[in-house]
């Protein structure tokens, strides 16, 4: 059975720091590429940064700069360090798993196939 587990979220204020961890299990995530989504309420959700195997990452603009996605392929587990967030970054944080080694576009979610419950984080300004 495959499992995506995302844990380190919470309330922070404005310009603080968080880290995300995702563990997998029941799937070689260190053979596919490995992404964080987000979803604010009333929006769809959105790719926030991706990881493929080669270690490669991409980022949503929105991002880039502040977060940084990382893999531990020896635990299975993804990481993603959340630094000077704001009130835009408060949002249900997913973490996805695709079946391409390279990622797909963090705009096709339909690229991935295997989803977390996800981990809430509220950044208070």
């Known amino acids: 059975q495959v499992r995506l587990v995302e844990s380190g979220g919470g309330s922070v204020q404005a310009g603080a720091s968080l880290r995300l961890s995702c563990a997998v299990s029941?799937?070689?995530?260190?053979?596919?590429?490995m992404a964080w989504f987000r979803q604010r309420p009333g929006q769809e959700r959105e790719g926030v940064a991706g990881i493929d195997v080669e270690g490669s990452t991409t980022y949503a603009d929105s991002v880039k700069g502040r977060f940084t996605v990382s893999r531990d392929n020896a635990k299975d587990i993804l990481n993603l360090e959340m630094g000077s967030v704001n009130a835009e970054d408060t949002a249900m944080y997913y973490c996805a798993a695709s079946w391409e080694r390279l990622c797909p576009p963090l705009s096709l979610t339909a690229g991935f196939g295997f989803w977390g419950q996800g981990t809430q984080v509220t950044v208070a300004s």
């Open positions: 029941g799937f070689p995530a260190s053979s596919y590429c």
